[in-house]
C-alpha cells in the first residue's frame, strides 16, 4: 500500500537531481552522463571506475586531470550504487549499478579527496589532482 507512495518520492529525487545537475550555472562543476573505460591515471576525458569485480574501491584510487577536463565516472558493479563526491566543491554524483556520467572538472589545481558517501566508511575514497 505504501510500495507505490514510496517508489514516486524516489522517482520525485531522482528527476529532481537530474534537473539541478542540468541546470547548474558554470561556476559550479556539474555532471552529465554517459560511456565507460579503464585507465590507471586521468588525463583528461578518462575513467574513473567504481566497484570493479564488486570491491569497495575506485580504481585508479589516485587520479590526476587538466583543469576544465571531463572525468567519466564508471559504476562497474552491476548491483551496487556508488557515489563520487568531492565534499564541498559542488562535485556529487550518484551511479546505480552500470551507469556512467560525466563530470566537468572546473577546480583550481590543487589536490581534493574524494568519497563514496556511501561506502567511505568500508574505505572506498581516493585522490583527485587537478593540473
Do not use: W
Not at 52 to 73: C, E, M, N, R, Y
Not at 91 to 100: M, V, Y
Not at 122 to 127: A, C, F, L, R, V
Amino acid at each position: 500500500m505504501h510500495r507505490p507512495r514510496r517508489l514516486r518520492a524516489i522517482l520525485v529525487a531522482l528527476l529532481l537531481g537530474a534537473t539541478l545537475a542540468a541546470c547548474s550555472n558554470n561556476s559550479t562543476p556539474a555532471a552529465t552522463s554517459n560511456p565507460p573505460a579503464s585507465t590507471p591515471a586521468a588525463t583528461g576525458g578518462d575513467t574513473l571506475q567504481q566497484g570493479v569485480d564488486d570491491q569497495l574501491v575506485f580504481t585508479p584510487a589516485d587520479i590526476s586531470v587538466k583543469h576544465g577536463a571531463t572525468l567519466t565516472v564508471t559504476n562497474a558493479s552491476a548491483s551496487t550504487t556508488h557515489t563520487f563526491t568531492v565534499t564541498g566543491m559542488g562535485i556529487d554524483i550518484t551511479n546505480q549499478g552500470g551507469q556512467s556520467q560525466q563530470v566537468k572538472i572546473d577546480l583550481p589545481p590543487g589536490t581534493y579527496p574524494f568519497i563514496c558517501t556511501i561506502h567511505v566508511s568500508e574505505g572506498m575514497k581516493g585522490t583527485l589532482t587537478v593540473t
